[in-house]
């Protein structure tokens, strides 16, 4: 036997329930990894909320709980030539990842790449599903050297990916927080903006050359606010809006590309990107890290150890 997160019932976090279940083992085209640090997302409590989005995820009940995970190869099934037992992985397995294991399937629809020397696996755990959503939401609006980007929920878990990215593009930023934040953001030479009614106004106030594209991580307030600053639709980018203003266009980690995955790490690895780490919880204490993790008031990650 062995250990995961499971729940049968859509809910909060009090639906979430640690227990023993038969140990996994990886088949045909598998590898099986002991899992040491998951990293939690706001799409990991979506989907236990919400059963039309699981539904859109494949989701059916009961179900397995997070998505980003980082461990050590124990066992690879007949086929398997990239990876062998004692590799460090890291990768994304959607509602399986809170687990003494994980079996992926590393050439279908989930993720799984070495972990680099020099990363720790909570770090690695954090990469796979913010780093590419930030990625696709800068992609989506082509974001360049010279661009001055407006970056709404800038503190959060997408948000540290998306202001160090486009930094390193060359953009200038301006991310979107509460004041508790301000000093949090400019450690990554962000220049911080309140969020709330008024955003326009701070926003204009700050900038002579007016802004030039913008990255909603958190509903629709930041990209109404860059229409109103004379952005064109097609260079603001949302990720968690069902309905976005008309012409801005809607993205996510499944539009990005594979290889922004490995840069995402490269970066990381070469002390260009950081992964500031907000809390970190025992697997028994599941629930009072997806409590945290859904109070959207974090600034980083989270990451859950085993």
Request: charged content about 20%.
């Amino acid at each position: 036997m062995s250990r995961a997160v499971v729940y049968d019932t859509f809910g909060g976090p009090e639906v979430l329930e640690l227990r023993e279940v038969p140990e996994p083992h990886a088949g045909v085209g598998e590898v099986r990894v002991r899992v040491a640090a998951v990293g939690l997302n706001p799409m990991d409590w979506v989907l236990t909320s919400m059963p039309e989005m699981a539904q859109q995820f494949g989701i059916t009940l009961p179900s397995g709980f997070a998505t980003d995970f980082a461990g050590t190869v124990d066992e690879v099934g007949e086929g398997i030539s990239d990876f062998a037992v004692g590799d460090r992985v890291y990768g994304a397995a959607t509602g399986r990842a809170a687990a003494d294991f994980v079996v992926v399937d590393p050439s279908g629809a989930d993720t799984l790449r070495r972990t680099p020397a020099g990363i720790s696996d909570a770090v690695a755990s954090t990469l796979a599903v913010a780093g590419m959503t930030a990625s696709a939401a800068l992609a989506a609006v082509g974001v360049k050297a010279g661009d001055t980007v407006l970056i709404g929920g800038a503190a959060g878990g997408v948000g540290v990916f998306a202001i160090q990215l486009a930094k390193l593009a060359g953009a200038r930023v301006i991310g979107t927080s509460s004041e508790g934040t301000f000093d949090f953001l400019r450690q990554f030479g962000v220049d911080p903006v309140a969020y709330g009614p008024g955003l326009e106004d701070r926003v204009r106030a700050m900038t002579s050359d007016g802004v030039s594209a913008a990255a909603d991580l958190f509903g629709t307030e930041t990209a109404e606010a860059a229409l109103a600053l004379g952005v064109l639709p097609e260079r603001i980018s949302t990720i968690a809006a069902p309905n976005p203003p008309e012409g801005v266009r809607a993205t996510g980690g499944i539009n990005a590309q594979p290889q922004d995955l490995k840069r995402i790490t490269d970066a990381a690895v070469a002390g260009e990107l950081t992964v500031p780490i907000a809390a970190t919880f025992p697997i028994e204490q599941i629930r009072e890290a997806v409590q945290l993790q859904a109070g959207r008031r974090v600034h980083g990650k989270i990451v859950v150890n085993l």
